[in-house]
């Protein structure tokens, strides 16, 4: 068992963030904190002035909701909500916080995580701590 275990949520459609909770609450055990984390990648400056006033902040305040909404539903769970690249942010705040394990989701690789990479596979490579990646 993991005395703390992070969580990077995304609200695509191609992640499973349902099965990296379940996977997260049984590694976390009955004394383990899980702590969920959401990235919000900024929008570029030329490309946030065609957004309508205050949608950047609404947007933050309804994720910042649905991730209270998950954390609630575990046992003691706190939820975090931060700006930046998403791996990178990720990485970032595991060196900060310092969990034990990182429960990631994934969606199956293509032709363009060759070239490119998901963000899971940096997660893999780069983190200082066990990683699970769930499909």
């Keep these: 068992m993991y ?3 992070l969580v ?3 609200f695509d459609t191609e992640r499973d963030s349902a099965g990296a909770l379940a996977v997260a609450r049984l590694l976390a055990g ?4 899980i702590s969920l984390l959401h990235v919000i990648e900024q929008v570029p400056a030329y490309a946030a002035s065609y957004l309508p006033a205050g949608y950047q902040s609404e947007a933050r ?3 910042e909701a649905r991730l209270a ?5 575990l046992p003691d769970a706190s939820a975090h909500v931060v700006e930046g690249h998403s791996s990178r942010t990720i990485l970032d705040w595991t060196e900060s916080h310092s969990p034990d394990c990182i429960v990631i989701a994934s969606h199956r690789p293509g032709m363009q995580d060759l070239l490119l990479g998901s963000t899971a596979a940096k997660v893999v490579r780069h983190a200082p701590c066990a990683v699970h990646v769930v499909r």
């Design 69 to 73: 909404e998950l954390a609630a539903d």
């Design 30 to 33: 009955e004394a383990g904190h």
């Design 8 to 10: 990077p949520v995304s």
């Design 3 to 5: 005395a703390h275990v």
């Design 61 to 63: 305040k309804a994720v």
